[in-house]
């Protein structure tokens, strides 16, 4: 029987080699911790980013529109669910359950992605978001899909098709506004200054020092920094949104030939340490209709569990 | 052919069918659970797209496009019964939502099964078109009430907080069930063979056994009729039905006739 020190390095060999590991495989608590809450971060921000874009869903302007941006946010509780699923696997061991994985949301141990406690006041910010808020998810997610944890992994390639469709989606409200009336143009060019920021800060920091990030590296999880992704990002939607004729709310954003990547005035990072307290401009908001949903709906929830109920 | 019979008809599936997706819509991220949610949602997608056939029909039949008719017509003009146009619950969407799992239930529940009532009627109408319709809309549908009589017995039988939620569900649904049944202009006959009160009769036959089932007390049978003054079938509406026209035209107002 190997010891503990021989079993851990035998795993951490087994990972950086590019093998992937099974929710049965033997993990070392550090690995199994780091990804549960990983995981717990991605499915809650796929819970909480339904919230900005279902405000517009009953004001969506036609019938088609309000079909599309539905199925959109539908999509965004679907992959919250599967994530969470896998999340379950990983944190049975660990005494921890869905329950538990969704209220820590609410005591603040468990985090959801920056980007979703922005406002989204106009209907052009619902395109914005679809179109490249869903962008971004995709560099940062399809860089996981290699991920070191299968059962992740496989998740991630359903999401990431379906987040292509989402991109469509939003592209296709962009554009429509793009051609649009003179108001309709203002929207979205308003909706993106609002918007763009809030885009570079996206990825975090250029250099991630925290121990988390540390381990999610170590461990093959993750291959690619925050600045890897924003780059990615920035090359394939600069251009985009210059084609559409928007101006880009950034007179230094150029892509620099020499270095080979794309220089832009740094947005304010310390906004992340406020929203990392759930002080963004929305986060108390969203936090507080995501909880008051999430008691309202308690008593049904119990009587889903109630014995009598199994019969049925 | 009674053409005006058959648009007639036509308003009162559309406006049933988008004005009870649009109330579904607003529980989308607010469900008791996340499952629900997802499903909730299709459920909502199903209706307004239902509702989107139907104007596409109404826009054949010259009564102008499908989008301006869903949502620019003031609540007057709006042929929806009453029931299906009254908020979730306490709050908004936005602020504070109350909704009320309970009622939604119920409510679904009463409509689905007159919905696949009607649709049945509606398979042998001699308007082809809508004929073809309600068969293709009917198989959406019986997933629906199969989704909602599902919930009705869990509720029923789960805790004492949960039947008693679907008992007030069930009093704050019923008087306002004879408005789902009124046919308000339309005159039963080839493009809809069947009474108000055969509908009463056919969904009284269907619910009172689950009634019976569950041990609720059955509260009567409904009247074929709305209450003197609130039949939606006749555009006679609450002041509820003006908020949720406010906000779903809300954007398209804006610039009507524009590309969105």
């Known amino acids: 029987m190997p010891n503990h020190d021989d079993r851990h390095a035998a795993f951490l060999d087994r990972v950086q080699r590019g093998e992937k590991i099974e929710a049965t495989d033997w993990m070392p608590d550090e690995y199994r911790i780091a990804m549960v809450k990983f995981l717990q971060m991605h499915a809650l921000s796929e819970l909480m980013g339904a919230l900005p874009e279902k405000e517009w869903v009953p004001r969506a302007p036609t019938l088609a529109r309000k079909l599309s941006l539905m199925a959109k946010v539908q999509d965004e509780v679907g992959h919250a669910q599967l994530i969470l699923r896998v999340a379950e696997d990983l944190a049975a061991p660990l005494g ?15 985090k959801f992605h920056n980007v979703f406690h922005m406002p989204a006041p106009t209907w052009a910010d619902a395109g914005i978001i679809g179109w490249l808020v869903d962008g971004a998810a995709v560099v940062s ?5 290699t991920s070191s944890y299968a059962p992740y992994a496989r998740v991630l390639q359903r999401v990431c098709a379906e987040e292509g469709f989402h991109i469509q989606h939003g592209e296709s409200i962009c554009l429509a506004l793009a051609e649009g009336t003179p108001a309709q143009r203002q929207m979205l060019q308003d909706a993106l200054n609002r918007w763009w920021e809030a885009l570079l800060l996206f990825f975090g920091p250029p250099e991630s020092n925290s121990p988390s990030a540390a381990v999610l590296f170590k461990y093959r999880f993750r291959t690619k920094t925050n600045e890897e992704l924003r780059q990615k990002f920035l090359t394939k939607y600069v251009p985009r949104i210059w084609a559409l004729g928007l101006t880009i709310p950034d007179p230094q954003l150029r892509f620099d030939e020499e270095a080979g990547r794309w220089v832009y005035t740094p947005p304010d990072w310390s906004k992340l340490k406020a929203i990392a307290r759930n002080q963004g401009p929305l986060s108390q908001y969203r936090l507080g209709l995501r909880r008051l949903s999430y008691e ?3 008593w049904v929830r119990e009587a889903l569990l ?4 199994q019969a049925v | 052919m009674d053409t005006r019979g058959v648009i007639a008809l036509l308003y009162q599936l559309a406006d049933d069918e988008l004005v009870v997706g649009h109330r579904d819509s607003e529980w989308l991220g607010l469900a008791p659970h996340i499952e629900e949610d997802v499903a909730f949602s299709s459920i909502a997608q199903d209706e307004v797209g239902h509702a989107a056939l139907y104007y596409r029909l109404l826009e054949e039949l010259g009564e102008g496009r499908a989008d301006d008719l869903a949502f620019l017509r003031p609540a007057g003009q709006r042929r929806n019964a009453v029931l299906l146009e009254r908020p979730n619950g306490p709050g908004t969407y936005l602020a504070e939502p109350r909704f009320d799992w309970g009622y939604t239930i119920v409510r679904r529940l009463a409509y689905d099964l007159f919905d696949a009532i009607r649709l049945e009627v509606l398979t042998a109408s001699a308007h082809a078109p809508l004929a073809r319709a309600a068969a293709k809309i009917l198989r959406e549908e019986r997933y629906h009430l199969l989704h909602h009589t599902t919930w009705f017995r869990r509720l029923a039988t789960g805790t004492a907080e949960s039947r008693r939620r679907l008992e007030a569900g069930v009093a704050a649904v019923w008087p306002d069930l004879g408005g789902l049944f009124s046919l308000g202009e339309v005159a039963p006959g080839p493009h809809f063979p069947a009474s108000p009160e055969e509908l ?6 269907e619910l009172e056994p689950l009634f019976a089932e569950v041990g609720f007390a059955w ?3 409904p009247a074929p009729a709305a209450a003197p003054g609130a039949d939606g079938r006749l555009g006679q509406h609450t002041p509820e039905l003006d908020g949720l026209l406010e906000t779903m035209g809300e954007v398209y107002r804006t610039a009507p006739g524009a590309a969105w």
Request: no cysteine; net charge neutral.
């Open chain 1, 96 to 110: 921890k359950g869905r329950e538990e994985l969704v209220a820590e949301l609410f005591t603040g141990e468990a």
């Open chain 1, 141 to 145: 997610q399809a860089a996981l899909l």
């Open chain 1, 296 to 298: 309202q709906g308690r």
């Open chain 1, 306 to 309: 109630a014995p009598a109920a």
């Open chain 2, 200 to 205: 009463v009769d056919r969904w009284t036959a």
């Open chain 2, 219 to 221: 509260p009567g049978r």
